[in-house]
T-cell receptor, first 109, second 115 residues
Framework: SQQGEEDPQALSIQEGENATMNCSYK?????LQWYRQNSGRGLVHLIL?????REKHSGRLRVTLDTSKKSSSLLITASRAADTASYFC?????????FGAGTRLTVKP | GAVVSQHPSRVICKSGTSVKIECRSL??????MFWYRQFPKQSLMLMAT?????????EQGVEKDKFLINHASLTLSTLTVTSAHPEDSSFYIC???????????FGSGTRLTVV
């Protein structure tokens, strides 16, 4: 079963704009990760945030985690057409990893 | 870094036949591996947890007699889709927990098409 929900399900923006995706989960976690997937391909690991962290940055990516609300957000700044992909959050808790429903991001040139 | 190799990347098989997918950890030992299935435009669904030397743990709704998992060594887990049907056509991805204890390494996935 999936861990939680992501919103929006689909997001379309212009190149240069920022993209924000949200993820909610249901159970206690050790960490939360964000992955990117181009159509029909494997997963690319973007960033991991541990349960005791609140915010993390990596290049144009900014991730926040609110364990009290069981939610996380991924911000991609200054988006590029090459950022077009599906983005998934995944929570690691206990002995496995489960994925959210994903957000399909389209960045128009 | 930790690398997981998954083969084949694509396979087409006839309905009623069986297909085996391999997942290997190349430079680390993985006592636990995971198998996911992804239908078009959907998320990854955990199918089962593969434990080295013991039986796999299947998620609710996943038929263990149809999706046979073998984890005979610390570097290899296999998923066999038995008596495949067109509805089994999907993208299958394996993963292994990284030796550091944080994060998972994913294979590149297998696109299965049953005709």
């Amino acid at each position: 079963s999936q861990q939680g929900e992501e919103d929006p399900q689909a997001l379309s923006i212009q190149e240069g704009e920022n993209a924000t995706m949200n993820c909610s989960y249901k159970t206690s976690i050790n960490n939360l990760q964000w992955y990117r997937q181009n159509s029909g391909r494997g997963l690319v690991h973007l960033i991991l945030i541990r349960s005791n962290e609140r915010e993390k940055h990596s290049g144009r990516l900014r991730v926040t985690l609110d364990t009290s609300k069981k939610s996380s957000s991924l911000l991609i700044t200054a988006s590029r057409a090459a950022d077009t992909a599906s983005y998934f959050c995944a929570t690691e808790g206990g002995n496995d990893m489960r994925f959210g429903a994903g957000t399909r991001l389209t960045v128009k040139p | 870094g930790a690398v997981v190799s998954q083969h084949p990347s694509r396979v087409i098989c006839k309905s009623g036949t069986s297909v085996k997918i391999e997942c290997r950890s190349l430079d680390f030992q993985a006592t636990t591996m995971f198998w996911y299935r992804q239908f078009p435009k959907q998320s990854l669904m955990l199918m089962a947890t593969s434990n080295e030397g013991s039986k796999a743990t299947y998620e609710q709704g996943v038929e263990k007699d149809k999706f046979l998992i073998n984890h005979a060594s610390l570097t290899l887990s296999t998923l066999t889709v038995t008596s495949a049907h067109p509805e089994d056509s999907s993208f299958y991805i394996c993963s292994a927990r990284q030796p550091t204890g944080y994060g998972y390494t994913f294979g590149s996935g297998t696109r299965l098409t049953v005709v």
